[in-house]
């Protein structure tokens, strides 16, 4: 219902490639949404069975302002007839942000928290005193990466995608990569592209893979060099590369993850650190609700 049952993917015809007998493919998880993140439907769609299972009429999770991840669990949950809450880190900023402003539009109640007081997030305490405030309800946590997300991001990849050599994610909390890892085949590559900076995230999803008991089939590799400043920062060269790749393509890509993602596969088709003879799908995670305020912010004007 939130997921359709089959989704749309591409060949991406490029020269630079062509003549080494690469072939480049999308899987359009973008077009579950026009504009939330598809993978965000992916990692709710366990969560979601497991309130209404468990009588939960009502869902809690956080988020940045710009968050995918808030916009996407409060349109899950009104097509589900349930209530959502947003717990928001900083102050409200009026008017709201496009994430914000649909997401109450989506009937989401919006809760901002001062930072300091956001770092408790994961606490017992703190999500008891959110009880209080608000009644019971489900919790997912940020980003929404839990057991049930990876359960969810195990089912992206389809047994026609077996063909495929190798698989490209891009990477947040790493519920995504951690879900495709658990479903590739042993003769398949998983490339993960890390959008936030730094070599945390080598362990981060090495113990991710370990509490959620996951073992790749296949090999898999996370690359940290693609991030260009960090999370949610961006460089003109970036902005260059997916206005170049909407023009080429027609297909639009956000600059926070699949942006970098796909530059990076570029980058190592063209240093041939992908050997020739691959067949490689990339995983266009979505995230399009973004764009509108990263272009009033950053005074940009990606396509969407
Ligand atoms: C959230 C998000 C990601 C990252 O997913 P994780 O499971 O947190 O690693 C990637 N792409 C888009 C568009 C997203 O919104």
Redesign the pocket.
């Given at each position: 219902m939130l997921i359709p049952q089959s989704i749309s993917t591409q060949k991406i015809n490029y020269p630079l490639w062509e003549n080494r007998n690469i072939e480049v493919w999308i899987k359009r998880l973008?077009q579950i949404h026009p504009l939330?993140?598809?993978?965000?439907f992916f990692?709710l769609k366990y969560n979601l069975e497991e309130a209404i299972s468990e009588n939960h009429d009502t869902i809690l999770t956080f988020g940045g302002a710009y968050?995918?991840?808030i916009y996407?669990t409060a349109a899950a949950a009104k097509s589900l007839g349930l209530h959502s809450i947003g717990i928001i880190r900083g102050e409200e900023t009026l008017p709201l942000n496009p994430t914000l402003a649909s997401a109450k539009e989506n009937g989401m109640v919006i809760h901002y928290v001062a930072r300091e007081a956001y770092r408790k997030k994961t606490e017992p305490e703190f999500l008891f005193s959110l009880k209080e405030k608000f009644g019971n309800f489900y919790h997912i946590p940020e980003?929404?990466?839990n057991a049930e997300?990876i359960q969810g991001?195990s089912e992206i990849l389809e047994e026609k995608d077996a063909e495929f050599t190798h698989i490209t994610?891009?990477?947040?909390?790493?519920?995504?990569?951690?879900?495709l890892a658990n479903s590739i085949e042993e003769h398949q590559t998983l490339l993960?592209f890390s959008?936030l900076k730094g070599d945390f995230i080598h362990t981060e999803i090495k113990d991710l893979l370990k509490s959620q008991q996951v073992n790749p089939k296949g090999k898999y590799q996370i690359l940290d060099q693609f991030h260009f400043g960090g999370y949610g920062k961006v460089t003109a060269d970036l902005i260059d590369f997916i206005k170049w790749f909407y023009k080429e393509f027609e297909i639009a890509l956000?600059p926070?993850?699949?942006g970098k993602?796909i530059y990076g596969l570029f980058e190592l088709i063209k240093n041939e650190t992908i050997e020739n003879d691959s067949k490689i799908l990339i995983i266009?995670?979505?995230?399009?609700q973004?764009l509108a305020g990263f272009n009033h912010r950053f005074g940009t004007s990606l396509p969407l």
């Open positions: 973008d939330a993140s598809g993978n965000k990692k968050s995918n991840h996407a980003g929404g990466t997300a991001t994610c891009s990477i947040g909390t790493g519920g995504t990569f951690t879900g993960g959008s956000e926070i993850y699949t993602m266009h995670t979505g995230g399009l973004g």
